[in-house]
Each structure stands twice: as C-alpha cells, then as structure tokens.
C-alpha cells in the first residue's frame, strides 16, 4: 500500500467512526424531541440551532483553519463534540434534561462543526494525489450512503433497549476514537500558510475568491436556493412520518435509510458512467433530480407511504449526482493555502438560505 493510503485512510476510518456516533445521536435527539413535543416549530429550532453557527462562523473558522494545523484544529473539534455529549448523557441519566438543553448542545456541535470541516476537507487535497480525489469523494460518498442506511434503525433499536443518555454515550466513544489517530498521524500543511498577512485581510480573500470565479459564484446561487426549498422538508421528516403518514420510529428510519441506499447507488452509477464531460453539466442534471424527488415526496398520500420510500430513494441517487461533480471542481481548482477559506465560504453562503426556509 502506497504511504499516502496508510496516512489518509488511518485518520479517515476514524473519522468516519465520528460520524456513525454523530449520526446515532443526531437521530436520538430528534426522536425525543419528536416524542416529547411533537412540534413543527420545536424540530424547526433544532435544525436552525444546528445550522446558525456554520453559516455566521464559518468563514472566521476557515481562516484560522488556514492560519493554524489542521491536524490540531480537527483533534480539538472532536474532543469538544465529544465532551458536549458526554455533558448531555450525564442531564439525560440525572433527569435534567430540557429542550433547552437540545438546542444549546446543538449549537456547540455545530461551532466545532464549522472549525472540524474545513480543516478536513482542506486536508484532504494534501493528503491525497489529485489523480485520486475522485476515488475519495466517492468513497465518501459511499459511507455516507451506508450511514444512512445503517444508523437511523439501528439508533431506533438502540433507544427501544437502551435509555438515550447511554446511546449518547456511543458518540463520545467514536468521537475518541477519531481523536486517537491524530495524535500520532501527520497531516501536512501548505508550504505558503507560514507567510501571514491580517487577519481580516486574510477572511476578506475567502470571499473575494469566490466573487472573482463568477463560475462558482453562480454554482453557489443555485445550491444556496436549493438548500432554502429542501432543508425544511427535511428537518421535518418526523413529522411526516408521524402525522401524515401515521408511522412511528421505525418508519422513519426505513425512510431515512432508503435515502442511504439511494445515495450508495447514485455514488455507484456517478463511479460508472463518470459524468458529463462538463462537470457542471452533471450537476445541474442533479440538482433538478433533487428538487423532483422532494416534490414527489411532499405529494405522497398518506395511504402510500411506498411512494415516500421512493421518493426518498430517488433523492439519495441525485445527492452525489450533485455533490461529487461540485466537489471535484472545487478541490481541483482551489489552492490549498486558502481551501479552509474557501470552502467555509461556500458552505456558508450555500447553507445560509437554509434558516430562511426554516423560518418560513
């Protein structure tokens, strides 16, 4: 095995063991929220508490994620996640726990989200030959797809045995696990991040970039108009299945996992046919995929809830339809030294429509 795959894949299996306990968590939550509430507005908070910070944060983030190691920036997000649920495990055994409570860890999730993304994604390009970064986007593509499969029932079984402060307890322990191969594992950094100029000089180049790449700047209009029409539909999915559909935890998580089967085959068919030879072109195709299969899913009768798992299906094969053409270009064409940057901007910009159509 080449050096560089012994490196990455050491630090990149742990993270996905971060992400499967994330996962679990996140699914834990929404349920007890769902159960104990049963509001639109409650869920709606949650997702907004989830959101805020990577969108206002995140480019001051990929900043200093460019100025800073990327390997400590990433151990130190992972070990704040992980000490925010081991705070929420020990209110849910004391019986403390409020709603409140929900959304505050949220919210300090998402803070370390929006520092442990761009310094992973940075990462990645340096870590990996360029002849190779699709191969990984796939691959992430692949996992994330079988996540979704596998978590949302497992962590309804999880809850069926377990109280949920010990199915909490599972993302502290992933979270610890993605830590330990960063203590020993470098990561490199890019040979122009000692050269340092202002701060604020340094957080204006992010979006300066972006704005001079009229391209990109055009990709991020329509992904930021996407994401204002499908987080909302998301984000309330409980309530569909619960409400609409007259289903329970179950239901919702076969729908959660037919989205994963969806996404394994669209990352699959992505791998086979490889696109259009404009990227682009793929993209478009699959952001109007997006928007079909949500449509599909919002006209569902409540006595077919078949044509929701279909639905759900038909959105995850669109996902990497979408995601892994953007992801190629933006990795291909960013410089390393401001890819923190960079790609807080665009995940700000893009995920900033995503509260206004929460709120509305």
């Given at each position: 095995m080449h050096p560089w795959k012994t490196r990455f894949f050491t630090i990149w299996v742990g993270q996905q063991f971060s992400l499967f306990g994330s996962a679990i968590a996140q699914f834990a939550l929404i349920w007890w929220l769902t159960q104990r509430t049963g509001s639109a507005t409650v869920l709606a908070t949650a997702s907004l508490a989830a959101l805020l910070p990577s969108v206002a944060l995140g480019p001051f983030a990929g900043t200093?994620?460019?100025?800073?190691?990327?390997?400590?920036?990433?151990?130190?997000?992972?070990?704040f996640i992980a000490l925010v649920s081991l705070g929420l495990a020990l209110l849910f055994r004391a019986g403390r726990a409020e709603?409140?409570?929900?959304?505050?860890?949220?919210?300090?999730?998402?803070?370390?989200?929006?520092?442990?993304?761009?310094?992973?994604?940075?990462?990645?390009?340096?870590?990996?030959?360029?002849?190779?970064?699709?191969?990984?986007?796939?691959?992430?593509?692949?996992?994330?797809?079988?996540?979704?499969?596998?978590?949302?029932?497992?962590?309804?079984?999880?809850?069926?045995?377990?109280?949920?402060?010990?199915?909490?307890?599972?993302?502290?322990?992933?979270?610890?696990?993605?830590?330990?191969?960063?203590?020993?594992?470098?990561?490199?950094?890019?040979?122009?991040?000692?050269?340092r100029t202002s701060f604020l000089r340094e957080f204006a180049g992010g979006f300066r970039y972006i704005w001079s790449w009229r391209g990109a700047l055009y990709l991020l209009l329509g992904a930021t108009l996407l994401n204002a029409l499908l987080n909302p539909a998301f984000s309330l999915l409980p309530l569909l299945v619960t409400k609409h559909f007259g289903k329970g935890a179950l239901e919702l998580g076969w729908l959660e996992s037919t989205f994963g089967f969806g996404v394994i085959a669209g990352g699959l068919i992505l791998s086979a046919w490889g696109g259009f030879k404009r990227r682009i072109y793929t993209a478009l195709m699959g952001m109007v995929g997006l928007g079909l299969g949500v449509a599909l899913l919002g006209i569902a009768p409540p006595s077919a809830f078949?044509?929701?798992?279909?639905?759900?299906?038909?959105?995850?094969?669109?996902?990497?339809?979408?995601n892994g053409p953007l992801l190629a270009i933006f990795q291909a064409s960013v410089a390393p030294e401001v890819q923190?940057?960079?790609?807080?901007?665009?995940?700000?910009?893009?995920?900033?429509?995503?509260?206004?159509?929460?709120?509305?």
């Open positions: 200093l994620v460019d100025r800073w190691s990327r390997r400590r920036v990433m151990m130190v997000a992972d070990s709603i409140w409570h929900i959304y505050l860890v949220k919210v300090l999730r998402a803070l370390g989200g929006a520092f442990h993304w761009p310094a992973f994604s940075a990462s990645v390009s340096l870590m990996v030959p360029k002849d190779h970064l699709s191969r990984v986007a796939g691959l992430n593509h692949a996992v994330h797809g079988l996540l979704n499969i596998v978590c949302p029932p497992a962590a309804a079984l999880l809850l069926s045995v377990f109280p949920i402060h010990l199915v909490l307890g599972i993302d502290v322990l992933t979270a610890a696990l993605a830590v330990i191969p960063l203590l020993f594992l470098p990561i490199p950094q890019p040979s122009s991040a000692k050269e078949y044509v929701a798992l279909g639905a759900m299906a038909w959105t995850g094969i669109m996902n990497p339809i979408t923190g940057r960079v790609f807080s901007v665009i995940n700000s910009l893009a995920g900033g429509a995503s509260p206004l159509g929460l709120a509305l």
